[in-house]
């Protein structure tokens, strides 16, 4: 089993109630060989809401309490992301996955790369608070391009 983010299946869950569908995904999705979270949703947050970055590092700043999730308005959503980053790590231990699929450059779910924290489309090198504390507890975290791009699960 396979865990992904709900928004690369189609679901409209992203901050602006926009998806990202991939076909990869979704077919992975009709055989029953994978299942949809949004960190952000089981974190409590709305659909849709302020877009928020990382302010003061990456994700595993975030889960270390040396940086912020702030959004745009200047709340700290902090909270929200940890809640949803542990509800997702639940779903992932209790479905044995070994592998999730996670949007990148989410403040949540980036495993290569983020948004700065400045709000200006810049990205940096740095993984979301959920991609890190999945990376953290052994779990294999791809974005949906290294996913697609990945012959293993072809299947």
Request: aromatic share 4%.
């Amino acid at each position: 089993m396979i865990v992904v983010s709900s928004c690369l299946a189609g679901l409209k869950v992203r901050y602006n109630g926009t998806h990202c569908l991939q076909d990869k995904i979704s077919k992975l999705l009709a055989e029953n060989k994978a299942i949809t979270v949004c960190p952000e949703v089981l974190g409590g947050l709305s659909i849709p809401r302020e877009p928020a970055e990382i302010v003061g590092g990456d994700g595993d700043a975030v889960l270390d309490g040396k940086a912020k999730v702030i959004n745009k308005l200047g709340k700290d959503v902090t909270e929200e992301f940890l809640k949803g980053a542990y509800a997702t790590l639940k779903t992932v231990k209790e479905v044995n996955a070994t592998v999730v699929v996670l949007k990148e450059s989410s403040p949540s779910c980036g495993s290569t790369k983020i948004y700065n924290g400045e709000f200006n489309g810049m990205k940096v090198a740095g993984n979301g608070v959920t991609a890190a504390l999945m990376k953290r507890n052994g779990i294999k975290v791809l974005s949906e391009e290294s996913f697609a791009n990945n012959l293993d699960y072809e299947r």
